[in-house]
């Protein structure tokens, strides 16, 4: 049994607690909010984020300091938006070493960072290589009820991200390990992109096909910025590429979908983000993944038009106009022509 901190009690957070305690581990479960820590402790709940029962064998914790003592691991599941800052705090008190696992999916605007990167830059001991991803589609939801879900844990360390495998395996919860953290990161973050885009065409009351053709077309140019930037073409048909595209996209549980189909209903971003309650990263990422497709020279004409609804005003049934308008071209050019140049 080892003792193992999580940072970040939202409906991530307490959901990998769940499966770290199933597995028999001792955790600490740290949230900013006193208030949401004293519930934890005397309810065994957590009912804003997750409508299960929270096991013996997790303690939450509103100090940084006591929730990290004795750890072997730290796991930071805060949005994105908040990773420098618990970073930074995490950096003030952690004075022994332990294996640091993120399972946050985003890219920071401005920097164009991945999570691994921005958790890097603030703690003073850990590089960039140190640090082991977790990702996948999993929603907390079903995590929680302990449904049969599968994730990838990646690290350029393959003995940090087999570590990381090791604490959280379990019968119903399916751990691989992958050397390509750069694909893995960037395949979590850039789905909540077209997950927005799902939604709003659901909204709209488009059906299945222009589904389909989002999730497709969307992996298209996931995979074409993601080679750009060096990552493995193939990670994207894997669990945190294809794979989350297709769980969030076609999901009711996923935040970014359903910000998408109100949106898709004619609600303003801003409405939709106060209803949500919780993070939708797809908001903050498409302006990253905006900014890193100009810089790269990619063409990302999906990721281009929910930019142009969320942050321009355009109509959502103008930007499905503009893409079924597009000039013609073959289907297969891209992605096929990536796979073949690095594997002939
Ligand atoms: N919910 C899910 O099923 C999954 C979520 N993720 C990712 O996990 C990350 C966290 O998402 P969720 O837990 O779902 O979000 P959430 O919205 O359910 O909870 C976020 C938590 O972070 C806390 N928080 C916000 N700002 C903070 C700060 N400055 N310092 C400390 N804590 C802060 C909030 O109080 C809240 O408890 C996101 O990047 C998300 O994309 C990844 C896989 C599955
Ligand atoms: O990443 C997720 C499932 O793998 C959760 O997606 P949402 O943030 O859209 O709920």
């Known amino acids: 049994m080892t003792k193992i901190a999580v940072l970040g009690a939202g409906s991530w957070g307490t959901a990998l607690s769940i499966v770290l305690a199933d597995n028999g581990h001792e955790v600490n479960l740290w949230t900013h909010r006193k208030d949401q820590a004293a519930i934890i402790n005397e309810t065994r709940r957590n009912d804003k984020y997750l409508d299960v029962e929270i096991p013996s064998n997790i303690k939450a914790y509103d100090i940084l300091t006591e929730a990290i003592d004795g750890v072997t691991a730290v796991v930071i599941v805060v949005p994105t938006k908040a990773i420098r800052e618990v970073c930074k705090s995490l950096n003030d008190v952690l004075n022994h070493d332990v294996t640091i696992i993120h399972a946050s999916k985003g890219i920071e605007p401005v920097t164009l960072k991945r999570v691994s990167q921005m958790i890097a830059e603030e703690l003073e001991n850990y590089k960039e290589e140190d640090i ?30 087999k570590v990381a495998q090791d604490l959280f395996i379990n019968e119903s919860f399916r751990v691989y390990t992958s050397p390509d ?5 960037l395949g979590g973050a850039l789905k909540n992109i077209i997950a927005l885009g799902a939604g709003i065409s659901d909204g709209l009351g488009y059906g299945d096909n222009a589904k389909a053709a989002l999730i497709t077309r969307g992996l298209a140019e996931i995979a074409r910025l993601g080679t750009s930037l060096g990552a493995n073409p193939l ?19 996923s935040r970014n979908w359903r910000a998408g189909n109100l949106l898709g209903k004619g609600h303003k971003l801003d409405d939709v983000l106060e209803q949500m309650g919780m993070v939708v990263e797809g908001v903050r990422t498409v302006k990253a993944a905006y900014q890193f497709a100009e810089e790269q020279q990619v063409e990302m004409p999906i990721t281009k038009g929910i930019y142009q609804v969320l942050f321009e005003e355009k109509d959502p049934k103008d930007i499905v106009e503009q893409l079924m308008n597009r000039t013609k071209r073959e289907e297969m050019d891209d992605l096929a022509k990536l796979l073949m140049e690095r594997y002939s």
């Not at 990670?235 to 549980?253: A, R, W, Y």
């Open 181 to 185: 953290i750069l694909g893995i990161e």
């Open 235 to 253: 990670s994207f048909l894997g669990l945190p590429g294809v794979g989350d595209l297709i769980v969030t996209c076609t999901s009711v549980h």
């Open 132 to 161: 082991v991803v977790l990702s996948g589609p999993s929603h907390a939801e079903e995590v929680a009820l302990r449904q049969p879900t599968t994730v990838t844990v990646s690290s350029v360390q393959m003995d940090n991200a």
